[in-house]
């Protein structure tokens, strides 16, 4: 995990849960409203960006093309600690869909898209969430990017699987559990082809796997790169890198299921190209 020496299983669910409260203060879901609020899913994930003065939720362009072209659409917040309820519903009239890479619900990509909100909503955002910003990062991200060996690989999204229903409570009559999960595993390869690059995020199933069955949910998650360092003993975050966007899961191979992510290069030039463009 460092380049001194390797994290104890003592130190593991610390050292977990502080990677899952810092991504988790820059991520959503998203949730599609059935009905006349007759039921709600998950329909993917994303991370809160800003460059200068411009705001934007970063995902994959399929989950765009899977949000309602109408009326509302729910955000959660998979913070860590227990459930909080909450009602989070934008306008999606009012929302700015922007298509970075189309869509080609494919291993091969690409599939990168923005989700621009109008200026109420990202006050409310902003009031509640951090937002990763994109411009400050470009160009230790482009020109001085860390090798995929160092630190630790997370991806963050909704598990599409353990969407539950709960009691009702304070006037609500139907309440939705919906949560999401920091996973660990490990970036297997990178590449580029045309004008994106793609990372492979792996996660291993086997004895003590604890993630999902199915990554469903995770679509538009950003994909982090952690950094740690040791301070009087204690490990803590030295920094947080957000380097990739999922669009796309494998099937399972033997015990290894892969995830395939939109990379850097794919983020700090094309999605913050887009996001600079906007007015």
Not at 39 to 61: E, K, M, N, S, Y
Not at 192 to 212: I, M, Q, R, S, V
Not at 245 to 269: K, M, N, P, Q
């Amino acid at each position: 995990m460092t380049a001194d020496r390797i994290v104890t299983a003592s130190e593991l669910p610390l050292l977990f849960e502080m990677t899952a409260a810092r991504m988790g203060q820059f991520s959503i879901g998203f949730v599609k409203i059935l009905g006349n609020e007759d039921d709600a899913v998950i329909a993917g994930a994303g991370t809160l960006v800003t460059a200068g003065r411009r705001f934007g939720i970063l995902t994959a362009d399929h989950v765009l093309a899977g949000l309602p072209k109408q009326g509302s659409v729910g955000l959660v917040f998979p913070d860590a600690g227990p459930p909080r309820l909450h009602r989070q519903l934008v306008q999606i009239d009012a929302t700015d869909k922007v298509t970075i890479g189309p869509a080609s619900y494919d291993s091969s990509g690409p599939d990168l898209g923005l989700l621009i909100l109008a200026e109420h909503d990202a006050a409310n955002l902003k009031a509640r969430r951090t937002l990763y910003n994109l411009a400050t990062r470009r160009d230790e991200m482009l020109s001085r990017p860390r090798s995929i060996q160092d630190g630790g690989w997370f991806l963050m999204g909704m598990v599409h699987e353990q969407t539950e229903d709960l009691p009702p409570e304070r006037g609500f009559t139907r309440v939705k559990g919906f949560h999401g999960h920091c996973g660990a595993g490990v970036v297997s390869a990178e590449r580029t082809t045309g004008e994106y690059d793609y990372l492979d995020f792996e996660a291993k199933y086997g004895a003590g796997y604890e993630g999902p069955q199915s990554f469903q949910g995770y679509s538009g998650g950003g994909l982090w790169q952690m950094v740690y360092t040791e301070r009087e003993g204690r490990f803590e975050i030295k920094d947080a890198l957000l380097s990739g966007v999922a669009f796309y899961e494998s099937a399972l191979v033997g015990d290894l299921r892969t995830i395939y992510c939109h990379g850097r290069r794919s983020i700090y030039d094309h999605a913050l190209a887009a996001l600079s463009r906007i007015a």
